[in-house]
């Protein structure tokens, strides 16, 4: 029996087409995203109730995809994983076209704001735009959230059906203290519930309000943002305080009639996408070719299905945003019969919904892997990858930024791996240094070599020799630099342009391709 992947209360059987590897894959995806993004094999094991060789044989693939990696008996998941969120966001649009306006309104009004849509009886986040203060909202892009402790869920649901109602009253029924919304805190079953009566105001005053009703402290105003031509609500955005800034009557006097006027101007920009439709991205390449080779090369440990089946979701994308049987073979080079089958898989699993001939994706997409990475830095994204150049090279090495200022350029130690000698480079995260003065300085401030690299040469002190690449972020522009330290009496400057470049250019280059993809809907800070 495997973990349910939403909060239904009752588990369909699978249909006899499903791909039952790919249904355990993703229970495995489900459970690591739940867990905070790191499990061990035995709590893996417990979470999604599969036998040990399974899991393990899950995880090898899920391992040789790049989608989560080994650390001691845990694992982990990677950055590359938000591409199967990215490519539900990519398709939906919303998040691209609307989150200037929800960061501008954050800005404006020093609080925090949320883009959410619907997720069946629960609503879920595509886009935050959060305060950094002591005092803050801890919710992240992919969480999801009961409709009923939400003000966007009371807008939702003023469009629901009689059917969509009956399935939210077994649901609560079925979980009355909310145990399958691990984003929000366990519920009083006590609690009093004018949830329908909410909806039904919410239809007549097109607005919603929570007051406190996720937790003691929280309140936030929500407006729809309404799709042109159906007028039915694209997305909800919300206003996001606590208690001791604003009451939930404040809210409504002072920040309501602004959130309105940024939702007029969303609207105006879903109307201009609308004549304008989004041109197709490239679609993936090679999948099943690498599929076919990796199962040459690791035998019964990868899981060939599995890995097939995933890569059907990174067929969607921009431009992609609903797609034919025919289509999505073209764009993942699979049989038709094997993308038919992991549809029909998704389908069953609510990650893909089938209008005629054409699939789209679900925001249930976004609870494989993205709510614990989608709040990373890039100081963490790039520890794994510094520790594995430390081990290859036995050197240390570190990631360094240009620290704001007006004053002379320094750089600031946001991550560093150390080797283990006894003779070795000993800075500390936080580090800061003369940018002139350092390789790591030189290849921020766009003073490399022809190769694309920097060199310090005993500058700093007396035997420290080190060479640094840039790291730069989607728009080309170098945000931070990786580097390989020495002592001059181990190698000598050739030595440092022939053996240790190449691995260093490869790691930035894994540093980077794992910002690019962290960074394409959210905000990735640099420490």
């Known amino acids: 029996m495997t973990a349910p992947l939403s909060s239904s209360p009752v588990a369909e059987e699978p249909p006899a087409e499903a791909v039952t590897p790919l249904i355990r894959g993703v229970a495995v995806l489900a459970a690591l995203t739940e867990a905070g993004g790191t499990l061990s094999a035995s709590a893996l094991e417990r979470r999604t109730g599969l036998a040990r060789s399974t899991v393990d044989r899950i995880t090898a693939t899920l391992s040789r995809m790049g989608y989560v990696r080994p650390d001691g008996r845990d694992s982990v998941l990677t950055p590359r994983v938000m591409e199967l969120g990215n490519a539900y966001l990519a398709a ?15 800005d404006e009004l020093d ?13 879920r986040f595509i886009h935050q735009a959060t305060r950094r203060r002591a005092m ?9 959230l009961p409709a009923e402790r939400t003000a966007p869920g009371a807008l939702f649901a003023a469009e629901w059906t009689e059917r969509e109602w009956a399935a939210w009253r077994a649901r609560r029924a079925a979980d009355p203290t909310d145990a399958g919304f691990p984003a929000v805190p366990p519920r009083n079953p006590a ?37 042109p ?13 606590h208690t001791s800034r604003h009451t939930a009557a404040d809210l409504r006097e002072t920040l309501l009639p602004r959130l309105r006027t940024a939702v007029t ?22 999948l099943a070719v690498w599929t076919t080779a990796s199962k040459h090369e690791l035998g019964r440990d990868f899981v060939e299905s599995l890995a097939r089946g995933l890569t059907v979701l990174t067929a969607f994308g921009e431009g992609r945003s609903a797609l034919t049987l025919t289509d999505v073979a073209k764009a993942t080079g699979l049989a038709r019969a094997t993308a038919r089958r992991a549809l029909i898989t998704y389908e069953h699993l609510g990650l893909v919904t089938a209008d005629g001939r054409e699939f789209a994706l679900t925001p249930r997409v976004l609870s494989l892997g993205y709510p614990p990475l989608s709040r990373t830095t890039l100081s963490r994204l790039a520890a794994p990858r510094l520790r594995a150049l430390a081990d290859r090279l036995d050197e240390p090495t570190a990631l360094a930024v240009l620290v704001p200022g007006t004053g002379p350029a320094e750089i600031q130690y946001v991550a560093v791996a150390a080797a283990r000698r006894v003779l070795t480079v000993d800075i500390t995260v936080g580090t800061r240094l003369p940018a002139s003065r350092t390789a790591l300085g030189r290849a921020l401030l766009g003073l490399a070599e022809p190769g694309g690299y920097a060199l310090a040469d005993e500058e700093l002190e007396s035997g420290l020799r080190s060479i640094a690449v840039p790291v730069r972020d989607r728009a080309g522009r170098p945000v931070a630099a990786v580097n390989v330290a020495t002592h001059a009496a ?6 440092c342009v022939s053996e240790v470049l190449p691995a260093l250019h490869a790691t930035a280059a894994q540093v980077q391709d794992d910002l690019h993809i962290a960074s394409r809907f959210t905000r990735v800070p640099l420490s």
Do not use: K, N, Y
């Open 92 to 106: 939906l649009r919303l998040p691209a076209l609307l989150d200037g306006h929800a960061d501008a309104v954050a």
């Open 111 to 123: 609080e925090s704001v949320s883009l959410a849509v619907a997720d069946r009886d629960g609503i």
């Open 136 to 144: 803050s909202v801890s919710f992240r892009i992919g969480d999801l």
């Open 191 to 227: 609690a009093a519930d004018d949830f329908e009566a909410r909806a039904e105001e919410t239809r007549h005053s097109g607005w919603a309000l929570d007051d406190q009703l996720v937790e003691p402290g929280l309140v936030a105003v929500s407006v729809p943002v309404r799709e």
């Open 229 to 241: 031509g159906t007028g039915r609500i694209a997305c909800v955005a919300s206003v996001v305080s």
């Open 265 to 286: 101007a969303m609207e105006a920009e879903l109307r201009e996408a609308g004549a304008r439709p989004a041109e197709p991205g490239p679609p993936p390449a090679g």
């Open 490 to 495: 181990r190698r000598t400057l050739a030595d």
